[in-house]
């Protein structure tokens, strides 16, 4: 029996160096989990967008409603005269944005910089299936649905261009804060609509007014609060 006991013996010493083999395998596994994980956590840190407070939001341009506003029903129409109505905001984050075809500056500036957002979010492959991008136009009287879902989409395929009748585009306006959208009878031309309100309104996936990014609009800081707001509601 003693002798059993006996790790000089070649039979216990062979047991021995199997335990040892064994332990050192758990411990080289234990080891490698623990570093995937801290990895893991690592990457996951740096690619999950850092929920940024009120003020940081505001900081970087962007101002939120203390409670989301509900929007009225409406409708507007896109190319092909297909409806666009308040059913089509509910489950998706909606950017809107309201300018017209023939805007000479800041729209085609701001629509521009909704185009690199969306491409930097791609480029991240961030969630977009439940995002949309919706321009409407305030010259309904020049732009028909063709006209401006072919200006929208002439800066990203996947962006909406939108038209309504007048009295439907000033409630929907007016409810977003968005005006200069009547039209100057003694003007032909359209240049009292240059100096409309140039914000991006934001639209949470309950159809309800959730904010405005304010100009001047930089990249970066549209991605950040952008990606704060929309990965976490």
Same mark, same amino acid.
């Given at each position: 029996l003693l002798h059993f006991f006996d790790f000089r013996s070649p039979f216990n010493r062979s047991l021995s160096n199997l335990i040892m083999k064994k332990n050192i395998k758990i411990n080289l596994f234990l080891i490698a989990l623990f570093i995937s994980t801290v990895m893991f956590l690592f990457v996951n840190k740096l690619t999950t967008p850092r929920v940024l407070s009120a003020s940081e939001l505001l900081s970087n341009g962007f101002y939120m409603l203390q409670e989301p506003k509900p929007i009225s029903d409406f409708e507007l129409f896109t190319s092909g005269d297909k409806p666009f109505t308040k059913t089509d905001l509910y489950g998706k984050w909606t950017v809107m944005y309201f300018g017209f075809s023939r805007c000479p500056d800041e729209c085609p500036t701001t629509m =521009?910089? %909704?185009?690199? %957002? =969306?491409? &930097?979010? @791609?480029?991240? /492959?961030? #969630? %977009? /299936?439940d995002?949309?991008? &919706? %321009? &409407?136009? $305030? @010259?309904?009287?020049? *732009?028909?649905?063709? *006209? $401006? @879902?072919?200006?929208? #989409? +002439? =800066?990203? #395929?996947? =962006? $909406? +261009? &939108?038209? +309504?009748?007048?009295?439907?585009l000033l409630s929907l306006g007016t409810q977003l804060a968005i005006n200069n959208m009547m039209p100057n009878h003694n003007d032909h031309s359209n240049k009292h609509l240059d100096n409309h309100v140039n914000n991006i309104i934001l639209i949470d996936p309950e159809a309800n007014l959730y904010g405005y990014f304010r100009p001047p609009f930089d990249t970066s800081r549209l991605s950040l609060t952008y990606q704060s707001i929309t990965s976490i509601n």
């Open positions: =521009f910089e %909704l185009k690199k %957002l =969306f491409n &930097v979010l @791609d480029e991240k /492959n961030y #969630k %977009l /299936n995002k949309q991008w &919706v %321009l &409407v136009t $305030i @010259d309904p009287e020049r *732009d028909s649905p063709e *006209d $401006i @879902d072919n200006y929208a #989409k +002439g =800066f990203n #395929k996947n =962006f $909406i +261009g &939108v038209r +309504g009748e007048r009295p439907m």
